[in-house]
């Protein structure tokens, strides 16, 4: 199933070594539709990473997440939540049983003490005039605290008398007092979540809280409220810097933060109400949850907004984030060329080009656009090149730099090859300086010359498009709009526009209402009313203009910065997002407008501003605000007010509350203390300024935390001047002390070391640095809290935010939050931002020479660290910042250092350098490397990462390292949330998974309903991402994590079959292919439920990329330094649990098809065209359902491999030989020519296409058997043709021993043989005819000669002649024997040999020998015996290899051609030699042919029929004394037959059946086989044998005995010897069967698995009584053809003349 059921509970994976364990029921409510609906804690498991069974668990009792979930949900995933009916056991009520347990007259007694003491509490506190209470009144605290530790007591503590006791002591001075306070509140909040949210809640909202709390006592509830919430939302912000928030901001956080969280506590409780007996009107309820949703909106956008400014997000925002994200899915991974690719066709590629300059498309021809960019091209402009041309490929780009007379006249700096290089003028595109340059996205308008080669794919031209709607996203389809909502506000874009209308002041918001009021025909706008408001667009965009003017800073920064804002605001702003700077300047004067601060005389104070700068030089403070404006002139205003004297409180203020709307200017004066020393005045002048701003009540309200850190980095200034230090401790002692909240913001700056310090530097002579010093220590526990609050209110916030996208998910209700998506935004942010070098590691340390160390980062390549030390021992150790994750890790080396190059490298990493124990990678460097990527996407942060050169080049001891870079991540928000979110996500979706597939197990029919369901979930996803998630990274995680939970585990489930073997989506696609034929009538039920399959499996397999073929795209350079193509790697890569699945699922399918097929049609005559019209089908279905991807097409081939495996041997080799039968008829129905020669054809590709699937299995090897067969019959009988070639080409793999192509083979090399006898013959005519021309000069001297000879000179003459008599002797009988058809008159035939082998042409079982002397006529024994001497004479050749000695011995294998009268006569070698008999002979008995021939009767008498028939020119007479009967020559008085053209005499082919005993043989021989495989592998244990090894013992078995009985010998001939192929196709066999098996470690081993019966035949030797193999043998056929005019005979008798 999905996840893990143990123990009869449901565990569900979330990551690597995390699960999530269902633990207790919290809360029922019902749902939107009506069901009911239950809210589970599931527990976080931490398991060992072994995953042993024995591995421990740690029940994370902190870390859980809490999911509402359905009937069906908790009955798949819950068992422990289910009582013995099956029905779900309620919330346990154990309050109730508690409050049972205790009598009920001693519970009122207990209830009116409690009210006792309270009277008695306010009446003491009344009484209590000095600042020290009585001791009475802190017992009887202390008693009440003991009632408020009673859980059934809770209720009395209600009552408003005690909220008002609480308040009094928590504002009072006594320390003690609060405590007891503290304490009495640590009771109540004791019990349970509620309760304790509770009274928080109404102690904080409470009227002018903050004015009765002090520093104490506001700390006593912050820390209380600490501790109720670091339960809730444990998690963990290590390694990220967070703000450092002052308390005040923090208690009005929490105020924030608890009416949200008692708000939608309210909201689960009014549902759980409505589904309780007796409720109330529907009506009501329903008004009501209305009011609380929009309460609770409203709470979250205040709470976000508040958040926000406090973690200023909004001022260090650079606003990139308000960017729409481009619309594409978020399930399939984006690649470099997306854009070009089927499957992401949304996805449209961006390009620069200029927005000056013209392109070539504009110019009419090459020279005008050259003569342009002659003219027009400048040094330092960039270009891109337009054209291919030598080492430039089009699309790359560069700077030009200069140009010359020359050719090439242009010289670019090409940033592909990083050096020069020289082009023409018209290959270059002008982009221009980098201010000339856009972006844009490439649209069918762009008609540039870029060619495709620059994109990474060939396409066919640029007017082509793919066609995306085959392959659009599934779920993206837009769903159909009411024309008359899309009109108006969406509800949450209302709801978020009337969230700033509720900010306005009573007299602006009734103003508003009463606009809207006008544009809604009048009528009276109550809150219930106001909620559901349907807007316009046009009132929408109005209340936006007028919306400025009336907010103050704060809620103006969020309205610009807000989503309908970015919408429907004036075009002035909303049209220039792509610009931050102007969108910034003009939020500026928005802000300056609305502030409203009237400008008493501007210009006198103009000419008195301008008046000093004539006369003076201008102040610090001039100098710094110049360019600032009217927010500029605040401060000098401000340094007025404060130095003139008299009544300067009344100048001040208003300043103030100016600085409190807009606190630039301030933050600008505190960060100017961050300048340099050297601006030692402007710093004295900021610190008067400052510290005497600290005395003004108004002044503690701005937000000085902000610019604290200014202040420290001048503290810790080494050059800072002692007077501005003096100054510096004397203003931040006075700000600590008028609020100790900054005290504790300096306390978590670091300011008690940065003060320590400066007192060491200047002995001590610090005024109030001691002091200073020590307060700030004293908020050690308070800076504690408050890092601790900030982190529990942001997680609180988090799992509220990941809660309302839960509910988004369940409810399918749009989410209605204000400023949801900008919190979002800040929280994704930085997710696609990376840090560079020194901004990642903190040191780095080398293992000697570390005065050489900072060559490593000076970025310098010529640089150099080099090391110094034995070999192996050199290290660079890289200590890392807290919290950077690595995304690559880079060492720079150069092939030139030789030896001194690292060849090894191994990367560690530890917590310290103690600890560097885990090894992260191990890289091989290649010599001719220069930048090699040691790491790259760590998921972990290693403190410490160390990098060891084990190993150098060539053997070396030194190594020299060029640089090292780092790249990582920025510690933001973003890995925090993304694994919050992901772990939401897959846990709500694995938990839905599981209940749609115990849905399915229950009925397959709802797999039809699972295409409309994981459509509606993928585009919810997918409609989310687009509206709330900024950034591509962060869609793509939501997207694959989706993905992941949801679809995998639902391709599992449907795809594993259950006991009969067959799983619910195999069944879906066997009735998909059961009603194809019935699905082509559109209005049929079939169609639909086609439709629906269709829908689901395009859906499943979504996310895979679709395999293009590849791109026709000239071969890479080398020397080019190309980008990594990623879809190439996509599709190389293992697939996915998805694809896997559904690929065996799928494969599974079609074996049962053609399973059922094979058993069913067999043995049919048309078996072999219906089988392919079957795989055709398949083949089709398989597009249909799962497009052009190769994974399915695979699997078909596999599929269809496996019901052929399943196949008994001899039904299997039935099967092979009626392929094999059918190919041979199509091949020779093609000769034909014509429209049937066509069709043949047809049918012959469609066959090939279905016969690749026996490569690798054991049937290719009797296939390979019969179609050699066959094959031989063709070429001897027909003759070679380009189509033979053609075919093996097609189906070679088919042939395991490639027999078929060996056959080939031998043709052509025949062919060659047959050429150099025709040189051969003519050697030896010359040869014989200078013999000739020598004897007879040698005659015309002998009787010249004169004189006589000694008698020792003619006996010694007499004794050469009498020696050289033999050696004559033997020439003359051979040359005899070869000019046996020299005195021939007639017309010699042209006779072809073919030389073939019996290692591949299977001649032994169909041939018989032939002998020339005896059966051919003279004039064609001369041709063979010249050809056997040719023959022998190559193999002797000296410049050839000596092997065995060949024999040649002739065939009656082969074909000739006849004259007879006006026919030709196209006959075999064996109906040659009988119509040859015939010329000399009227009549010839059968009996008599068979006794000349040799021949059998077998072969004899098919050659007789074609003969003896209407067509032939023979007839067959019965004689009683001639069995057999007498052939003769057919009279043509007799019958008429044709006088003329070709006569095709040939005897047909005799087919082969696989039932026959050589069917039975085959089998034997592979069941022989199969014995001693397994007998060799008994006899190896269970250590087995490697495949070769194996294969060599089985193939000496063979040779040396047991071997097959005599009729397997018989029967086969040489066939019955054994190959390697073989014996691996019996292998695959067994190993189908489970006799043998691989080991997992090593698969090329191989063992015996089970025990198996196999059936020995009787075996003897084959070669009884040899003492060692037969030399091979050589079989030769023959072709004959005739050179001049047919011969004909002078008789009356027709005669048949060869001339072929």
């Known amino acids: 199933m999905v996840g893990e059921l143990r123990y009869r509970e449901f565990r569900v994976p979330l990551g690597p070594g995390l699960h999530a364990y269902p633990d207790e029921l919290i809360r029922q409510r019902v749902g939107h539709d009506g069901h009911p609906e239950y809210q589970i804690r599931w527990l976080i498991l931490r398991r060992s990473d072994d995953g042993d069974e024995g591995s421990t668990q740690v029940d994370c009792k902190a870390e859980h997440i809490l999911l509402w979930m359905s009937n069906d949900e908790i009955y798949a995933n819950c068992h422990k939540m289910l009582g013995e009916d099956g029905q779900v056991i309620g919330p346990s009520q154990e ?264 392109p070539r498309s504009e110019f009419a021809s090459g020279n005008t656009y050259a003569l342009y960019v002659r003219d ?5 402009m960039r270009v891109r090149m337009l054209d291919d041309y030598e080492e430039i490929s089009a699309g790359d780009e560069g700077e030009f730099r200069q140009s010359n007379s020359g050719v090439p006249p242009v010289q670019v700096l090409w940033e592909s090859t990083g050096r020069t290089y020289w082009v023409h003028w018209h290959m270059l595109e002008i982009l221009g300086f980098e201010e000339d340059i856009e972006n844009v996205v490439a649209g069918d308008e762009y008609q540039g010359a870029m060619s495709s080669g620059a994109l990474g794919v060939a396409l066919p031209s640029w007017r082509w498009k793919p066609m995306t709607e085959l392959y659009a996203v599934p779920y993206a389809l837009p769903e159909d709009e009411d024309a008359e909502e899309s009109e108006h506000l969406t509800q949450a874009e209302w709801w978020e526009l009337l969230f700033f209308i509720k900010k306005l002041d009573v007299p602006d918001h009734q103003e508003v209402i009463q606009i809207l009021q006008e544009n809604l025909d009048g009528e009276i706008l109550d809150d219930e009313l106001l909620a559901e408001l349907a807007v316009p667009m046009e ?48 939020q500026d004067a928005l802000l300056l407008q609305a502030q409203g601060q009237p400008q008493e005389s501007d210009d006198a104070a103009r000419a008195e501003a301008k008046e000093p700068k004539t006369q003076c030089s201008t102040t610090p403070l001039q100098h710094l605000v110049e360019g600032y404006g009217p927010a500029g002139k605040i401060l000098l205003d401000l340094e007025r007010a404060l130095s003139s004297e008299g009544a300067q409180a009344s100048e001040v203020k208003p300043l103030l509350l100016q600085l409190q709307r807009q606190p630039q200017p301030f933050l600008m004066l505190m960060q100017s203390l961050d300048m340099p020393a050297s601006n030692r005045a402007l710093h004295l002048t900021a610190l008067r300024i400052l510290m005497q701003l600290v005395d003004f009540p108004e002044a503690l309200l701005l937000p000085w935390h902000e610019a604290m850190d200014a202040c420290m980095a001048c503290l810790r200034s080494p050059n800072a001047d002692r007077e501005v230090l003096q100054e510096l401790i004397l203003f931040l002692h006075r700000l600590a002390s008028a609020s100790r909240d900054y005290a504790v913001v300096l306390n978590q700056l670091g300011a008690r070391d940065a003060i320590s310090k400066a007192l060491e530097k200047h002995l001590g002579k610090l005024e109030l640095a001691q002091e200073l010093r020590d307060m700030v220590f004293k908020c050690e526990k308070h800076a504690h809290l408050y890092r601790k609050l900030t982190t529990n209110i942001l997680g609180g916030c988090i799992q509220m935010v990941l809660g309302q996208i839960e509910d988004h998910r369940r409810t399918h209700q749009p989410i209605n939050i204000p400023f949801f998506d900008v919190f979002l935004r800040y929280l994704c942010q930085g997710s696609s931002v990376e840090v560079k070098e020194d901004k990642c590691w903190e040191k780095v340390e080398v293992s000697s020479n570390p005065h050489r160390a900072s060559r490593l980062t000076d970025r310098n390549p010529k640089t150099y660290w080099e090391s110094n030390g034995s070999a192996g021992s050199h290290a660079i150790t890289l200590r890392m910042r807290q919290g950077i994750l690595v995304r690559q890790l880079t060492l720079l080396v150069a092939s030139e250092d030789s030896s001194y190059m690292p060849a090894r490298v191994v990367v560690f990493g530890g917590d310290s350098t103690n600890s560097l124990n885990t090894e992260l990678t191990s890289v091989n460097v290649m010599p001719a490397a220069s930048r090699v990527i040691l790491l790259e996407n760590l998921n972990r942060f290693w403190p410490v990462i ?85 950034d591509e990274e962060a869609a793509q995680a939501l997207g694959k994590t989706c993905w992941e939970a949801l679809v995998s585990p639902l391709v599992q489930n449907i795809t594993s079959p259950d006991e009969a073997g067959i799983s619910p989506l ?231 021993n490639r027999l078929p192509q060996q056959m080939l083979q031998t043709l052509n090399t025949s062919e060659e043989l047959q050429h150099q006898f025709h040189v051969y013959q003519l050697q030896r005519l010359d040869q014989a005819l200078l013999k000739l021309d020598n004897t007879e000069k040698k005659i015309q001297v002998g009787h010249k000669a004169s004189g006589q000879k000694n008698e020792k000179e003619e006996e010694k003459e007499a004794g050469v002649e009498a020696a050289a008599e033999v050696v004559e002797k033997e020439e003359e009988e051979e040359e005899e024997n070869e000019n046996e058809d020299l005195y021939y008159e007639g017309a010699m035939p042209e006779v072809s040999v073919l030389v073939l082998s019996p290692s591949c042409w299977p001649i032994s079982s169909i041939s018989h020998l032939l002998s020339p002397r005896t059966c051919l006529p003279s004039y064609l024994r001369g041709t063979l015996n010249r050809y056997s001497n040719f023959y022998n004479k190559s193999q002797s050749h000296p410049g050839l290899e000596r092997g065995l000695q060949r024999r040649l011995q002739w065939t009656w294998l082969g074909r000739a051609e006849l004259q007879f009268g006006d026919q030709t006569l196209h006959v075999s070698t064996v109906q040659m030699w009988l119509l040859l008999y015939l010329n000399d002979l009227k009549a010839v008995s059968v009996q008599r042919l068979l006794e000349l021939s040799g021949l059998s009767p077998d072969v004899l008498n098919p050659a007789i029929g074609p003969l003896t028939s209407s067509r032939g020119p023979l007839d067959l007479q019965e004689q009683k004394d ?68 194996l294969v060599c013992l089985v193939l000496e078995a063979w040779q040396k005995g047991p071997c097959p009985p005599r009729d397997l010998v018989s029967s086969l001939g040489q066939g019955s010897t054994c190959s390697s ?80």
């Open 95 to 358: 309050s109730d049983g508690e409050a049972g347990a205790l009598d009920k007259s001693v519970l009122g007694e207990m209830e009116t003490d409690v009210k006792s003491l309270i009277q008695r509490a306010l009446r003491q506190l009344e009484e209590c005039v000095g600042a020290i209470p009585p001791a009475p009144l802190l017992h009887t605290v202390h008693v009440l605290s003991a009632y408020a530790s009673i859980e059934p007591l809770t209720g009395v503590f209600k009552d408003p008398r005690v909220q008002d006791l609480l308040m009094h002591m928590l504002s009072s001075p006594d320390y003690q007092m609060r405590w007891s306070a503290g304490r009495m509140i640590q009771a109540l909040a004791s019990h349970d979540a509620g309760t304790r949210t509770e009274i928080l809640l109404s102690l904080s909202q409470q009227e002018a809280i903050e004015k009765h709390l002090d520093f104490d006592s506001r700390c006593a509830l912050l820390a209380l409220f600490a501790q109720a919430t670091l339960s809730e939302h444990p998690m963990s912000f290590e390694g990220i810097q967070l703000p450092q928030v002052p308390g005040r901001l923090l208690f009005s956080l929490v105020k924030r933060y608890l009416h949200a969280t008692s708000l939608l506590d309210q909201l689960n409780d009014s549902t759980a109400e409505a589904g309780a007996p007796n409720n109330s009107a529907p009506e009501e309820l329903i008004g009501e949850r209305s009011r609380l949703e929009l309460e609770f909106s409203m709470a979250m956008g205040s709470l976000i907004s508040e958040l926000v400014q406090a973690m200023r997000w909004d001022r260090a925002s650079s606003r990139q984030g308000s960017l729409a994200r481009p619309a594409c899915s978020i399930f399939q991974p984006h690649l470099a060329d997306s854009g070009l690719g089927l499957p992401v066709a949304q996805a449209q590629p961006t390009f620069r080009r200029s927005r000056r300059y013209r």
């Open 376 to 380: 027009t091209l400048q040094p330092g």
């Open 539 to 586: 009132l929408a965009q109005d209340l936006l203009l007028a919306l400025p003017q009336r907010l103050d800073d704060s809620a103006l920064r969020d309205l610009l910065n807000c989503h309908v804002y970015r919408k429907y605001g004036p075009e002035a702003l909303a049209g220039q997002l792509a610009y931050p700077p102007l969108l910034e300047a003009q």
């Open 946 to 1030: 160390q990098i060891r050169i084990k190993r150098c080049q060539q053997g070396g001891i030194n190594t020299r390292i060029r640089g090292v870079e780092v790249l990582g991540p920025k510690p933001t928000f973003w890995p925090v949330f993304r694994e919050q979110l992901c772990r939401h996500t897959r846990l709500f979706y694995m938990v839905r998974a599981q209940a749609w597939s115990q849905d399915i197990s229950e009925d397959r029919r709802n797999l039809l309903h699972l295409s409309s369901r994981l459509n509606g979930a993928l585009r919810q996803e997918q409609d989310f991402a687009d509206r709330f998630l900024p």
């Open 1066 to 1296: 195999g069944w879906l696609l066997d009735q998909y292919l059961e009603c194809r034929e019935a699905a082509h009538n559109p209005q049929s039920r079939a169609a639909a439920f086609s439709s629906r399959v269709r829908r689901l499996t395009h859906l499943l397999v979504h996310v895979e990329p679709c395999e293009a073929p590849p791109p026709v795209v000239a071969t890479p350079r080398p020397s080019r330094n190309r980008s990594h193509d990623w879809s190439s790697l996509a599709t190389r890569g293992l697939p996915s649990s998805i694809m896997r699945n559904l690929t065996r699922c799928w494969r599974a399918v079609v074996e049962e098809q053609v399973n059922k097929f094979l058993t069913s049609y067999w043995q049919d005559d048309d078996f072999v065209p219906r089988y392919c019209e079957h795989f055709h089908k398949l083949q089709k279905s398989s597009s249909e359902l799962f497009g052009p991807r190769a994974a399915f097409l695979l699997a078909l081939q596999n599929g269809c491999a496996g019901a052929l495996l399943r196949l008994p041997f001899l039904k299997a080799a039935h099967v092979s030989e009626q392929f094999s039968r059918h190919i041979d008829q199509r091949i020779q129905g093609s000769r034909m020519g014509g429209a049937r020669g066509m069709e043949m054809l047809a049918q012959l590709q469609r066959c090939l296409e279905t016969v690749l699937v026996f490569s690798g299995l054991e049937i290719a090897t009797t296939f390979e058997h019969y179609y050699q067969h066959y094959m031989a019959d063709r070429l001897l009988g027909v003759g070679p043709s380009w189509l033979e070639g053609a075919v093996l080409e097609q189906i070679g793999p088919c042939f395991p």
């Open 1522 to 1589: 001639a069995p057999g009967g007498v052939l003769k020559i057919r009279d043509d008085s007799e019958e008429p037959r044709p006088r003329r053209g070709n006569v095709w005499l040939i005897p047909p082919k005799t087919y082969l059946k696989a039932e026959d005993e050589e069917g039975q043989n085959l089998e034997k021989r592979r069941n022989l086989l199969n014995c001693l495989i397994v007998r060799v592998l008994k006899a190896h244990g269970d250590e087995g044998l490697h495949i070769d090894q």
């Open 1621 to 1700: 192929t073989d014996v691996l196709s019996c292998i695959l066999h067994l190993l189908g069967k489970g006799t043998v098996r691989r080991h997992d470690d090593r698969p090329q081993v191989l063992s015996y698995a089970v025990p198996v019966t196999v059936m020995e035949p009787h075996t003897e030797s084959l070669n009884p009584g040899s003492s060692g193999p037969n030399p091979p043998l050589t079989f030769h056929t023959l072709q004959i053809r005739s050179r001049g005019v047919p011969y004909a005979s002078c008789t009356a008798t027709q005669t048949f003349s060869t001339f072929r």
